[in-house]
């Protein structure tokens, strides 16, 4: 772009950041985002991007830091931003963090989404906390968020890593109940991480 005599702005570098955690760049996420910073070009979306491309990256206190960082300097944290953070503790097996973040976004007013319970069910099931996951099953549920086959999948896993076969089974029949159907293309991911 400075070649052409363009000039980039928050949205480019944002996408270059995104494009770099997809690729596993981490390291080069972080140079985009320095420039950014020189540049006084963060805003809610770089700070998302970033966070997501370190947590793709296995790491998982960065991201923590960026959110405190965001909030010191008045930047607004939202869904996005939590949940990506959520990820990033599950990824390295800090299941503690996560369910801390969970809570945090309730007491900031921030909506979880199925997403959010996804990564935060993934967390626990990495960890073996099997009762854990079925209790934020039902909290899902308890607020309006339906399960659906990507978590009940995670579920059904964490069950049967726990030696809990009639729970896996029980939720097995509650997913067809409820006619979930699954996509295995895009669960695959969320039980591998279980």
Known sequence: ?????????TFTHSA??????QAGQWQRALQ???VMKEDCLLDTISYNAAITAWAKGGQWQRPLLLMEQMQRTGVATDTITYNAAISACGRRGQWHRALELLEEMGVNR???N???YRATLSACAKAGEWQRVLLLLEDMQSKGILPNACTY???ISACEKAGQWQKALQL???MQDKLVRVNTDKCDTAISVS
């Open 172 to 174: 097995l029949e509650e």
């Open 114 to 116: 199925i997403t959010t």
């Open 16 to 21: 270059a950041i995104s494009a770099c955690g």
């Open 153 to 155: 999948l995670v579920a």
């Open 1 to 9: 772009m400075k070649g052409r005599g363009l000039r980039a702005n």
């Open 32 to 34: 985009v985002f320095e």
């Open 110 to 112: 921030l909506a979880a």
